[in-house]
């Protein structure tokens, strides 16, 4: 399995929203509804934020939202804020219980 | 909730094997899908490395198959890592953590880092 594709950064002032891509293949995103995007803050481990494509763990503000199309997962981040700002992973199901990660966007919050 | 920390050497040398513990709290052992292994090199993204279940059928990445082994211990609320004939690629952050049913990365332990040098 390789590896999900993410852009390697991606930026936006307080308050503007940003999307960020994950681009998988039939064998993964395009065929399951199970992406899942976490947040790593410099220096700290992930934390899940979104898990089947567009839920959200309890604790996990709105701002954040997820959705897919074909080979393609997005997560959005409405209405950002100076915390937002840290490296987003996503994830999915490739079947017989393996995983596959993308390679991670750095998102600055200017 | 649920609390991971790794435990383990943080420096092999070459050609050996890296061996990881993780040891679980804050929550009942049998409420868990999987228990699974991911690593970061520096600088790099996320790797699944694989998983395991509370009957030690175990999951892994195709690319690591044949240098990992997995185990649970649900006696002593640890579950481990080893990965055979390491190379320097194989430096990086390893984490221990809890999935779901369908991959999802529910909680993470705080990461040992394990260096790889001769």
């Known amino acids: 399995q390789s590896a999900l594709t993410q852009p390697p950064s991606a930026s936006g002032s307080p308050g503007q929203s940003v999307t960020i891509s994950c681009t998988g293949s039939?064998?993964?995103?395009?065929?399951?509804?199970?992406v899942s995007w976490y947040q790593q803050p410099p220096g700290k481990a992930p934390k899940i934020i979104i898990y089947?494509?567009?839920q959200r763990p309890s604790g996990v503000p709105d701002r954040f939202s997820g959705s897919k199309s074909g080979n393609t997962a997005s997560l959005t981040v409405s209405g950002l804020l100076a915390e937002d700002e840290a490296d987003y992973f996503c994830?999915?199901?490739?079947?017989?219980?393996?995983?596959?990660f993308g390679g991670g966007t750095k998102l600055t919050v200017l | 909730q649920v609390i991971l920390k790794e435990s383990g050497p943080g420096l092999v040398k070459t050609s050996e094997t890296l061996s990881l513990t993780c040891t679980v709290s804050?929550?009942?052992?049998?409420?868990?899908?999987?228990w699974g292994w991911i690593r970061q090199s520096p600088g790099k993204g996320l790797v699944w490395i694989g998983s395991?279940?509370?009957?030690?059928?175990?999951f892994c990445s195709p690319s690591l198959v044949g240098r990992v082994t997995l185990y649970i211990d649900m006696s002593m609320r640890q579950f481990y890592l080893n990965l055979t004939s390491v190379t320097a690629a194989d430096t990086a952050l390893y984490f221990c953590?809890?999935?779901?049913?369908?991959?999802?990365?529910?909680?993470w332990g705080q990461g040992s880092l394990v260096i790889v040098s001769s």
């Open positions: 953590a809890t999935v779901g049913p369908w991959g999802s990365v529910d909680s």
């Open positions: 804050g929550h009942s052992f049998g409420d868990v899908y999987f």
């Open positions: 395991i279940d509370d009957r030690a059928n175990t």
């Open positions: 039939s064998s993964d995103i395009g065929s399951y509804k199970h």
């Open positions: 089947e494509v567009n």
């Open positions: 994830s999915s199901y490739a079947g017989a219980n393996i995983v596959v």
